[in-house]
């Protein structure tokens, strides 16, 4: 009795209906923490006694690092759970994350190069915390390639899972990569144990941000999802009903 | 004002990546919207198709 919400979110239909439900209470509620976030991050937080307003690249980038290291994790947990338990519909979310996951990688790299520039004299080094970022993005393009390549759908979600699950090993490379070596970036300020290195006015924005971008994340997943589920169902007859409308 | 746009000298490197997130967030939700109705309207042509021959 208490399994049959387990058994619900692995049927189609059932999903279909709740990501249409869930999807504007995760949108309206993003756009509000990411505009306050934003706005805090440049008219309310104080400049940095060293880098001054430069800093306040950190309120974009902190966060979108986050996600592209989240966002990937999850695609790896969805894709291996499709490939042990055989769930067509952790597949599916394995594969409506890879957009997402790479264009906050993207951003992660553009706004990290956009602040080194003026903080390290260059907009790109070879080093160790870059260098797994950048890895990061070509595992989303790779993944995103590999999918392409078949026609098949399942065929497409079994090699597509291997390569996410065999890449998840950057994710600890990727936070660890400043303590491990001698890294240009800084260690963690935030995503550590213990209080924060910087005050409330600085550290409450980025939060909001990271806060927003997780629930935009869920909105995109959700409508990701359900175009997903339309194009693998084909021709199931519930589809008639969603699509009607 | 010009001193707040100015951001102490580092208007080029703050504005732009600000403007690249919000780019980048923009078009994540238009991709996303896109793709469910390009979605939509697939099945919605297949569906069509196999109603009209029994």
């Known amino acids: ?245 | 004002m010009i001193e707040f746009l100015d951001m102490g000298g580092y208007a080029f490197y703050v504005w732009t990546a600000y403007g690249i997130v919000i780019a980048g967030l923009i078009l994540n939700i238009v991709w996303a919207r896109r793709s469910l109705q390009q979605a939509r309207q697939a099945a919605r042509r297949r569906l069509a198709i196999k109603g009209e021959t029994p």
């Open chain 1, 1 to 245: 009795m208490a399994w049959t919400w387990f058994h619900r979110l692995g049927s189609p239909p059932y999903i279909y209906g709740l990501a249409t439900r869930l999807t504007a209470w995760f949108a309206w509620p993003a756009g509000l923490l990411i505009a306050y976030g934003l706005y805090a991050g440049l008219f309310v937080a104080p400049a940095d006694y060293q880098q001054g307003d430069g800093y306040r690249i950190i309120f974009l980038h902190a966060p979108s690092a986050y996600m592209s290291v989240m966002v990937y994790t999850v695609m790896a947990i969805s894709a291996g759970i499709g490939l042990i338990w055989r769930i067509k519909i952790a597949h599916a979310a394995a594969a409506s994350c890879a957009v997402v996951g790479a264009t906050f990688t993207v951003l992660t790299l553009v706004t990290g190069s956009l602040w080194g520039k003026p903080m390290w004299g260059t907009y790109w080094e070879w080093d160790p915390r870059l260098t797994s970022e950048l890895l990061l993005l070509f595992l989303y393009l790779g993944y995103m390639g590999l999918r392409s390549a078949f026609d098949d759908v399942q065929r497409a979600d079994r090699a597509s899972a291997v390569l996410a699950i065999v890449g998840i090993i950057d994710v600890p490379i990727i936070h660890f990569s400043v303590i491990w070596w001698n890294s240009l970036h800084q260690a963690p300020s935030l995503m550590k144990f213990g209080k924060p290195s910087m005050p409330p006015e600085m550290y409450l924005p980025i939060l909001a941000v990271f806060l927003g971008f997780t629930l935009l994340f869920a909105a995109l997943l959700l409508t990701r999802l359900r175009a997903e589920v339309l194009n693998r169902e084909r021709t199931a007859t519930w589809i008639r009903e969603v699509v009607s409308a």
